[in-house]
C-alpha cells in the first residue's frame, strides 16, 4: 500500500506535535517534512513530493495564502489543507480561491484529521461550518437545479459515494447517477469536484462538507 | 498568557509536561494533577487555548481515559 505523503507547515512546535500524535496511529499517512516558517515549504516540497501541505494561515516570514499560491503553482499537484485558528469568512474563502483543497480550523477533533487529509488528497473539497449562509435559493433556480437535485449536490460536498447517497435519499444507485448526469449538465461541469467546487462558488451549498469546525 | 491543564490521572502529568516542553511551551506542576502552560507562541490567548486544546485531545488518543480540563 502506498502512504500519503504530508508535509507539515506550522511555526508552532505545539501543533506539529499535535498533528504528529494525532496521525501516529495511521499508518496510511506518513509526515515527511516539516517546516516552521512559510518560505522552508517550496525547498521542502521539492525534496519530499509530497501528496499534501498541511498549512497554517499565519506563519511567519512568508504567510500561509502566499505559499499556497505558490505551492498551486509550481507544484499544481500537491494538495493543500490550511489548518488554521483562523475562522475569518474572508480568508477561509481566500483560500479556496486560491486553490486549497480543504480548510481545516484547529477545533477539529484531532481523531478526524486523517479522514480529512485522506478525503482533501482523494480531491473532495472541504469547507468549514458557518462560511456558506443556507442555501440561496436564488442561486439554485438559477442554475435551474430542482430540490432533488440540489440535494445530491449537497451530499457530494461530504465525499459520499453514490451508494451512499442513494441509501441516505432512499434511491437507487442508478437514479442517483441520472441526477448527477443532469447537475453536470445545468452547471456546466463534469466531474463531481467539479460541481462541489461550483457548489461553493456561487453559493449553493448551504451543509457542511465536512465538520471541521 | 498562562492556561491550567487539569487531568484525571495525575500519575500521566509528566508524560503532559514533558510533552508540552518538547514544543516549546513552558509547563510547571502546580498541582499533583495540574500544570500551567505558558510561552505557547500564540497571537492570542484564544488561540492558545485553541492550539493547546488540539494538542491535549490529541494526547488523549495515546492516553484514553484520561480527562483534561483546561482554564484560565
Not at chain 1, 441526477?179 to 466531474?191: A, D, F
Not at chain 2, 503532559?16 to 510561552?39: F, M, Q, Y
Request: with cysteine.
Amino acid at each position: 500500500m502506498r502512504r500519503l505523503k504530508i508535509l507539515i507547515a506550522d511555526d508552532h512546535q505545539l501543533m506539529i506535535h499535535a498533528i504528529r500524535l494525532a496521525l501516529e496511529d495511521n499508518t496510511d499517512i506518513e509526515i515527511v517534512a516539516e517546516a516552521d516558517s512559510g518560505s522552508k515549504v517550496m525547498p521542502l516540497i521539492g525534496q519530499t513530493s509530497p501528496d499534501l501541505v498541511l498549512l497554517d494561515v499565519r506563519m511567519p516570514g512568508m504567510d500561509g495564502l502566499t505559499v499556497l499560491e505558490r505551492v498551486r503553482e509550481r507544484y499544481p499537484k500537491v494538495r493543500v489543507a490550511m489548518l488554521s485558528a483562523v475562522d475569518d469568512p474572508s480568508v477561509i474563502q481566500a483560500a479556496f480561491h486560491r486553490g486549497a483543497s480543504a480548510y481545516i480550523v484547529k477545533h477539529i477533533d484531532p481523531r478526524d484529521l486523517a479522514a480529512a487529509i485522506r478525503q482533501a488528497i482523494a480531491g473532495a473539497i472541504f469547507q468549514p461550518l458557518g462560511l456558506i449562509e443556507r442555501a440561496g435559493d436564488a442561486a439554485a433556480r438559477e442554475a435551474d437545479l430542482s430540490k432533488r437535485e440540489l440535494t445530491i449536490l449537497q451530499a457530494l460536498q461530504s465525499g459520499r459515494s453514490n451508494k451512499q447517497i442513494a441509501s441516505e435519499l432512499f434511491l437507487a444507485e442508478q437514479t442517483v447517477k441520472f441526477h448527477l448526469t443532469n447537475i453536470y449538465r445545468k452547471l456546466g461541469v463534469n466531474s463531481r469536484t467539479e460541481a462541489v467546487r461550483y457548489a461553493y462558488e456561487h453559493g449553493l451549498a448551504d451543509r457542511l462538507a465536512y465538520e471541521v469546525a | 498568557m498562562a492556561l491550567v491543564v487539569e487531568i484525571t490521572q495525575p500519575a500521566l502529568l509528566p508524560d503532559l509536561i514533558t510533552g508540552l516542553k518538547r514544543s516549546g511551551c513552558v509547563a510547571d506542576r502546580v498541582a499533583p494533577a495540574a500544570c500551567r502552560v505558558r510561552d505557547l507562541g500564540t497571537a492570542s490567548r484564544e488561540e492558545a487555548r485553541l492550539e493547546l486544546a488540539f494538542f491535549v485531545r490529541a494526547w488523549q488518543l495515546v492516553h484514553p481515559g484520561v480527562e483534561v480540563t483546561i482554564s484560565a
